[in-house]
């Protein structure tokens, strides 16, 4: 496999990183029909644990079969797919070798009392990623959280554990706790903060939402206003994303959220690729629709980021 110019000056960015973790981002980068171009589009199917079964795949019944998502990504042409450990297992070997895949190693679920506090518990582990030929693991950290600094932690040692072995981390970076409003969680200073932390974290891949132009810290919003920080347009909002990633030195993607219109869809690609993000990491605004109709909407995003519409 040859490397793209785009792709080896990625890469070099990762300066501490061992030759298998640079590997394995290479392998997602290389995939399919972005391949080469930096930019990624990857299927998460984690909603399952997260919001149950019906609220997740009775809209398109195929989506209960883990085959259907595998089989999914792999025909839209998609850099990877993304799920918990019993998703993965189901379709492991059949699938062996066909896409890369991203272990969610935590998952959090809807039957939990208002009161628990956010948090995720660790469904997997580093071991599972190899045994099942996993090309990064990825787990989710709510900033904002009481139990944040439990996640942190938590992350940081399963990112040097797999990182010893050659793989990757992807971190979902998600604002919500106690510690902000619910138009907190998609602020622009906060969606800022949420992907340097990932950064600082060690990252490779840092997943987070779009934001909106809300500003929530009053700190922040003085400095967002003194220093005449643009974040009128999404793009622009990308963009200040980007500079808290290390200056753009870190991949990130960005979230499609709950499922939504087309031209919405294809409206926050436009303005993740203008504003130099690295692509879509999209789950219920494709598997809830049916086959065909998620193809045709995985193939003008793909037409998007290279720049064609």
């Not at 190693?105 to 190899?130: E, F, I, P, R, Y």
């Not at 990064?136 to 950290?141: D, K, L, M, P, V």
Request: hydrophobic share 40%.
């Amino acid at each position: 496999m040859k490397v793209s110019r785009k792709v080896q000056k990625i890469l070099a960015n990762y300066e501490g990183e061992t030759p298998g973790v640079k590997g394995k981002l290479c392998q997602m980068l290389m995939h399919g029909r972005l391949g080469g171009t930096g930019k990624m589009i990857i299927l998460p199917v984690d909603q399952g644990f997260e919001h149950g079964p019906a609220r997740s795949f009775a809209p398109n019944p195929a989506g209960y079969d883990p085959h259907y998502h595998y089989q999914l990504a792999i025909d839209a042409g998609l850099n990877a797919y993304a799920a918990p450990l019993g998703m993965l297992e189901a379709g492991a070997d059949t699938f062996a070798g066909a896409i890369p895949t991203i272990l969610k190693l935590n998952s959090a679920n809807s039957l939990m009392s208002g009161t628990a506090g956010k948090n995720q518990a660790v469904t997997g582990s580093v071991d599972d990623a190899l045994r099942l030929g996993c090309s990064a693991i990825g787990f989710t950290i709510y900033p904002g959280s009481d139990m944040a600094l439990d996640m942190f932690e938590e992350i940081v040692e399963l990112r040097r554990e797999a990182a010893s072995v050659g793989i990757p981390t992807v971190i979902w970076s998600y604002p919500r706790g106690e510690a902000i409003s619910k138009d907190g969680e998609t602020a622009i200073d906060i969606a800022a903060y949420a992907a340097q932390i990932a950064a600082l974290l060690g990252a490779h891949i840092i997943k987070i939402k779009l934001s909106t132009d809300h500003l929530e810290l009053p700190e922040a919003k003085k400095v967002f206003e003194d220093q005449g920080i643009d974040v009128a347009s999404q793009a622009a909002r990308v963009a200040e994303c980007m500079r808290s990633s290390f200056d753009g030195r870190r991949i990130v993607v960005f979230s499609g959220g709950a499922k939504k219109g087309e031209e919405g869809i294809y409206d926050d690609a436009r303005a993740i690729r203008d504003g130099g993000g690295n692509g879509s990491i999209i789950g219920r605004n494709s598997f809830q629709r049916e086959r065909s109709e998620a193809l045709a909407l995985f193939d003008k995003l793909v037409n998007i980021y290279k720049g064609n519409e």
